[in-house]
């Protein structure tokens, strides 16, 4: 997508997806964030309320969709707020949608990225926060860094990147599960107080950050010197089920059919 520039056309007519299901949540949860509610109180909930209807109103959906995804937000709004009223004592101020830029010279690149909020605690510590509509990544894959993103968002803030936010050391990384009523969870990334016992020891979000840079340049390393190419699919079992968009550009049908061995005079 990045190199080529070429991204999928919508099919004629479609429905919205699970896609545009998600950034309409992630609309929403952002403009109620920005207004400094004090979650918990009656003025939250009728903010909430607001917001929810405009962005639906905005949005135009089909009736049939809307019918169900409205209700849906509203009882994952519910449970938004009360996580807020949770985490609130403990926030000195957050930032939502905080942007990133910073030249990794091991790598030799400039990394970018958007955090969907950045927590700065009474501690002086700071919670990297990523809202998720679904199940994925996996906070095994995201310890393992089969997803980066948050452990680099890490890196980036302990680096300055995040300008407005400083420098503040991260203490938890955090998947925000936007799911209906008690299915919505936080599920944190790091691990370093876990008492479990598994196949990767337990790390913390600095141990976390510090890893992913050493594993994005060993990467682009082995890109730029050959030893790798670079492959449609990096994590090929994640789109098992559904595909990748450039499968076709990439003949990923027809080599997955060839029998061992075919190609080798090519």
């Not at 699970?18 to 949540?25: E, I, K, N, Q, V």
Request: aromatic letters at 8%; hydrophobic letters at 35%.
């Amino acid at each position: 997508r990045r190199i080529l520039k070429l991204d999928a056309l919508d099919p004629f007519n479609r429905d919205p997806n699970a896609a545009d299901r998600g950034t309409l949540y992630h609309t929403i949860i952002e403009r109620y964030s920005r207004e400094g509610h004090i979650p918990g109180t009656s003025a939250s909930l009728s903010a909430m309320q607001r917001i929810l209807d405009e962005c639906f109103d905005a949005e135009n959906l089909p009736p049939h969709v809307d019918v169900i995804w409205q209700p849906r937000f509203a009882a994952v709004a519910r449970a938004f707020i009360d996580w807020e009223k949770e985490r609130h004592p403990s926030i000195r101020h957050s930032f939502f949608e905080a942007r990133a830029g910073q030249e990794i010279v091991e790598a030799g690149i400039r990394l970018t990225g958007v955090a969907d909020r950045i927590d700065i605690k009474t501690n002086g510590q700071a919670d990297i926060i990523d809202y998720k509509t679904g199940l994925a990544p996996s906070v095994n894959q995201a310890r393992a860094l089969l997803d980066p993103q948050l452990a680099l968002e890490a890196a980036a803030l302990m680096r300055g990147a995040f300008r407005e936010a400083g420098s503040p050391t991260p203490e938890n990384l955090i998947y925000v599960r936007l799911r209906p009523g008690e299915r919505f969870f936080a599920d944190q990334v790091n691990n370093e107080h876990s008492s479990r016992s598994g196949k990767r020891p337990p790390k913390s979000a600095i141990e976390l950050a510090t890893e992913s840079i050493e594993q994005l340049t060993k990467f682009v390393h082995s890109l730029r010197n050959g030893e790798n190419g670079f492959a449609s699919r990096l994590v090929p079992e994640e789109q098992q089920s559904y595909g990748g968009e450039y499968d076709h550009l990439a003949r990923v049908s027809e080599w997955s059919t060839a029998e061992p061995g075919d190609g080798d005079d090519d």
